[in-house]
Structure formats: structure tokens, C-alpha cells
């Protein structure tokens, strides 16, 4: 069982470069997220989408984009990186069910911008 | 605004010993929802526990208990006999009122566990 997968697990960028960052899940979520962490601090929302073709900022949505391109896959894309894009990222899903109140994370991309 | 504050930036603990992590939130939301995260050194994101505010007795998953004060806003992550593999980051966040299905947690900056052999 897969779960949340996420693909690269290490990208190394130049400043000025593009890339997504591509995230799938198998367990017919409807709601997928995307998230950084930075050193000494904790996951920080960028996007989220609550359902397909449905897609909203989180804290800190500046030099990303989103697209959900249908109910499994949520990409992530910086347009132009910068080195404050430096980060772990992490993308995750979430049933629409109140009795089962739980986000499944993938395994995270080490993301360096030069 | 939501706001999770974890003030152990680092924790030792003996094996087969208990220990607790605190975790303190703000929020003016009647209705929210807290859960522990566990981050071992390989990176993922584990789920160990959720406590709803409006649930009256604390939540446990079985070596983990959430010991849930509202008045105090607290919700502490106890690990009892403690073991090796319990080293790790270990994160306190909260979600809002549930609506229109979404998740969005606010995480606290985490606690260091160390388990002393």
C-alpha cells in the first residue's frame, strides 16, 4: 500500500530555475496539502486543495503554484526558485470524515536552491 | 489566528522510563482538533494521536496518551515505557473548525526526544 508518494526525494536547483514537485495518493482522499519545513521550526502550510478542481493559499503561498490535476495528484511548482525556498517538502491527504480526523504525509523532498 | 507552542526544544528520557512533552494552543475557535506527530532522523511524518475539543475523556493509542486540559489549554503527549525507537522530533499541531473537508494544521515547532539506553 502506497499511501502518499512524492517524487523527487532530492532536487538540488540554481537560482532562477523551475521544477514541480509531484505528489499522488491511492486512498481516495478528497483534500490534499503541501507543506515546508524549515530548521527548527514546524510544517507550515503553502497550498491545500479541499477537493478536486478546488485550490486555496495556506501560510505562506509566495513562489509556488498548485495544480490538482484530478483526485489523486497535487503538484507543487516554483516558477523561478529562490535559496528561500530551501526546504523540506512535504505533501499530504486527508479523508472528508470527521471520525477519522488524520493526515497521511508522504516521505518528503529535500529541495536546495543554489 | 492559531497558534501551537512546544517549549522543550529537547528532552532525554531513560529507556522503560515515562515522559511527557508539552504542548500549549491559543485559538478563539470553540470547535478544533489537536494531534502528535512523530518525525524520526529518516524524515517522515507519523501519526500518533488526535483529541477533539469536545471530547471528554483523553485520547490513548497505546504506549501514547494525550492528557487534554481545555481550561488550560494544554494538550501533553505522555509516552509511557519509553524505548529506543522513540528518539525522534516530536510535533503538537492543531486544526480548526471542521468545514468544507480540509485539514489545515498549524504545527508547533517540535520536541527532541532522546531515549537514554
Known amino acids: 500500500n502506497a499511501g502518499v508518494t512524492q517524487t523527487p526525494k532530492f532536487q538540488v536547483l540554481k537560482t532562477g530555475q523551475s521544477m514541480t514537485l509531484q505528489c499522488a495518493q491511492d486512498m481516495n482522499h478528497n483534500s490534499m496539502y503541501w507543506y515546508r519545513q524549515d530548521p527548527g521550526m514546524g510544517l507550515r502550510l503553502i497550498y491545500y486543495s479541499a477537493s478536486e478542481g478546488t485550490t486555496d493559499k495556506g501560510e505562506v503561498p509566495n513562489g509556488y503554484n498548485v495544480s490538482r490535476l484530478n483526485k489523486r495528484e497535487f503538484s507543487l511548482r516554483l516558477e523561478s526558485a529562490a535559496p528561500s525556498q530551501t526546504s523540506v517538502y512535504f505533501c499530504?491527504?486527508?479523508?472528508?470524515?470527521?471520525?477519522?480526523?488524520?493526515?497521511?504525509f508522504g516521505s518528503g523532498t529535500q529541495l536546495s536552491v543554489l | 489566528a492559531q497558534k501551537i507552542t512546544q517549549t522543550q526544544p529537547g528532552m532525554f528520557v531513560q529507556e522503560k522510563e515515562a515522559v511527557t512533552l508539552d504542548c500549549t494552543y491559543d485559538t478563539s475557535d470553540q470547535s478544533y482538533g489537536l494531534f502528535w506527530y512523530k518525525q524520526p532522523s529518516s524524515g517522515e511524518m507519523i501519526f500518533l494521536i488526535y483529541q477533539g475539543s469536545y471530547d471528554e475523556q483523553n485520547a490513548t493509542e497505546g504506549r501514547y496518551s494525550l492528557n487534554f486540559q481545555k481550561a488550560r489549554k494544554s494538550a501533553n503527549l505522555v509516552i509511557s515505557a519509553s524505548q529506543l525507537g522513540d528518539s525522534a522530533m516530536y510535533f503538537c499541531?492543531?486544526?480548526?473548525?471542521w468545514g468544507a473537508g480540509s485539514y489545515q494544521l498549524t504545527f508547533g515547532k517540535g520536541t527532541k526526544l532522546s531515549v537514554i539506553p
Open positions: 499541531a492543531m486544526r480548526g473548525p
Open positions: 499530504a491527504s486527508s479523508v472528508t470524515d470527521r471520525n477519522n480526523e488524520k493526515l497521511f
